[in-house]
């Protein structure tokens, strides 16, 4: 099922130390407002959630999720893995994503989104990077509906551009299809997400690398009747 919501401006971090991830994005989100770019570590961002792009079996054993369960002890694995066998039976797919409380003040909540099954998987060829950013943003809508204003800043880094082997530029446009579709509506279903999305990327191999794809909504079963 989908559903229409009305949330308030979520400030959005998109923070990477690869100068090459950041122009690309400098481009990609140029006409976006509200967006914040910098060349830093995502363990520096003073926001509500991190987000990490992991592996379907949120082993956080290597790149973003590695530096993260330094930063904020083994723990955090634990609950990533705990919550993906109680939602998921021990397997997140890619386009589904989970959030929980980091243990921490800054951030207070760590989403485990993730861009590939296995760990170091090579995920160039595929629109996982446009799936686990969507995902991503869908589970802050999920907590500020469970818990109205828990969330109101998020970070992420440059989703598969760097274990994934994405390009920069391509990574940039499929985070910005992401976030864009947060900003234009609430899914309560992933199936319905990964349909959604899938059905309107999948020939986007043959288009240019400059190419941006805004997702057109499906239509609401329902009235929007909550503001975030």
Request: net charge positive; charged share 20%.
């Given at each position: 099922?989908?559903v229409?919501?009305?949330?308030?401006?979520l400030k959005?971090?998109?923070?990477?130390?690869?100068?090459?991830v950041?122009?690309?994005?400098?481009a990609?989100?140029a006409?976006?407002?509200g967006?914040?770019i910098?060349t830093?570590?995502?363990?520096h961002?003073?926001v509500?959630a991190?987000v990490t792009?992991?592996?379907?079996?949120g082993?956080?054993?290597?790149?973003?999720d590695a530096?993260i369960?330094?930063?904020l002890?083994a723990g955090?694995?634990l609950?990533?893995?705990r919550?993906?066998?109680?939602q998921?039976?021990?397997?997140?797919?890619?386009?589904?994503?989970v959030?929980?409380p980091?243990?921490a003040?800054?951030p207070?909540f760590?989403?485990?989104?993730?861009t590939?099954?296995?760990?170091?998987?090579n995920?160039?060829e595929?629109?996982?990077?446009?799936?686990?950013?969507a995902?991503?943003?869908?589970?802050?809508?999920?907590q500020?509906?469970?818990?109205?204003?828990?969330?109101?800043?998020?970070?992420?880094?440059g989703?598969g551009?760097?274990?994934?082997?994405?390009?920069?530029?391509?990574c940039?446009?499929?985070?910005?299809?992401?976030?864009?579709?947060?900003?234009d509506?609430?899914?309560?279903?992933?199936d319905?997400?990964?349909?959604?999305?899938?059905?309107?990327l999948h020939?986007l191999?043959s288009?240019?690398?400059?190419t941006?794809?805004?997702i057109?909504p499906?239509?609401?079963?329902?009235?929007?009747?909550?503001?975030?």
């Amino acid at each position: 099922m989908t559903v229409d919501r009305v949330q308030p401006r979520l400030k959005v971090v998109l923070t990477d130390l690869n100068a090459t991830v950041v122009r690309a994005w400098r481009a990609a989100f140029a006409d976006s407002p509200g967006i914040e770019i910098r060349t830093d570590s995502i363990l520096h961002q003073e926001v509500d959630a991190w987000v990490t792009p992991t592996n379907s079996r949120g082993r956080m054993d290597g790149g973003t999720d590695a530096a993260i369960k330094r930063h904020l002890g083994a723990g955090i694995q634990l609950r990533v893995q705990r919550r993906i066998r109680s939602q998921y039976g021990g397997l997140l797919p890619v386009g589904s994503a989970v959030c929980v409380p980091s243990g921490a003040t800054t951030p207070r909540f760590l989403i485990s989104a993730p861009t590939m099954e296995a760990s170091a998987q090579n995920v160039s060829e595929t629109l996982n990077v446009a799936l686990a950013c969507a995902a991503a943003f869908q589970a802050v809508h999920r907590q500020n509906l469970a818990a109205p204003g828990s969330i109101t800043s998020v970070a992420l880094v440059g989703m598969g551009a760097s274990t994934g082997q994405v390009p920069a530029r391509v990574c940039a446009n499929l985070m910005w299809t992401g976030y864009t579709l947060f900003n234009d509506h609430c899914f309560e279903d992933d199936d319905d997400l990964r349909a959604t999305v899938t059905a309107q990327l999948h020939d986007l191999e043959s288009a240019p690398a400059t190419t941006r794809v805004r997702i057109t909504p499906p239509r609401t079963r329902r009235p929007a009747t909550t503001r975030g």
